[in-house]
Structure formats: structure tokens, C-alpha cells
């Protein structure tokens, strides 16, 4: 099984950088993709970002390329998304999910899922 646990989550004004974390845990072989969604109260699940785990390969949302980042570190087992520019649509839960398949289909939705952590972007 993978656990993840992220953290980060904060109230920051328009034009502001936040940058979350997920710590993961299990077997390394079921997060071969790990991405970061989000989801605002009333709106569907939105997949922001995934970083195929062999390789580095990244996707992004065109909501959000240009303005996040995302990263990891295998040796602190720690997913990151930095975000910068943000603006009252980035509010929203945003939760780190993980997956043994490649992310071709990442948007779709990953099998594991963490509680998420509140980004909330005053105007």
C-alpha cells in the first residue's frame, strides 16, 4: 500500500508563491506516477500537475504551465508543487495521488490518494 500525507496548505493573497508537499510511503514500484490534483467547492477534480517518477517526464494543466512546478525528491520520498502567480482560481483542496502505471492517462485520476491540504487565494 502507499500512504500520502501532504502538507503546505495556506491563505495567501493574489500574486503569491505557495509550495506543497507530499510525503509518500509503500513500495517505491506503485509510484511510478505521482501528481497533484485539486478540487474547488461546486467544481469536478482537476488534475494540476504529475512527474513520471523513471525519467522525470512532467505534465501540466494549461491552467498551470508557466506558473507550478513539480518535483520530487526520492530521497526524502517527497512530492513538491511550487506555485507562484497564484489567483483566487487556485483556490481549492489540493491532493497528491500516486500510481504504479506511467502517467499517460494521470489526469483520469491515480489509485492512491492523500487528505489534502487547503490552498485558498484572497483577491
Known amino acids: 500500500l502507499v500512504e500520502l500525507v501532504e502538507s503546505g496548505g495556506d491563505s495567501v493573497q493574489t500574486g503569491g508563491s505557495l509550495t506543497l508537499s507530499c510525503v509518500a510511503s509503500g513500495e517505491a514500484y506503485r509510484r511510478s506516477c505521482m501528481a497533484w490534483f485539486r478540487q474547488a467547492p461546486g467544481k469536478e477534480r482537476e488534475g494540476v500537475a504529475a512527474?513520471?517518477?523513471?525519467?522525470?517526464?512532467?505534465f501540466y494543466a494549461d491552467s498551470v504551465k508557466g506558473r507550478f512546478t513539480i518535483s520530487e525528491d526520492r530521497a526524502k520520498n517527497t512530492l513538491y508543487l511550487r506555485m507562484t502567480s497564484l489567483n483566487p482560481e487556485d483556490t481549492a483542496m489540493y491532493y497528491c495521488?500516486?500510481?504504479?502505471?506511467?502517467?499517460?492517462?494521470?489526469?483520469?485520476?491515480?489509485?492512491?490518494w492523500g487528505q489534502g491540504t487547503q490552498v485558498t487565494v484572497a483577491s
Open positions: 512527474v513520471q517518477t523513471s525519467g522525470g517526464k512532467t
Open positions: 495521488a500516486a500510481d504504479a502505471t506511467l502517467c499517460g492517462a494521470w489526469s483520469r485520476g491515480l489509485a492512491y
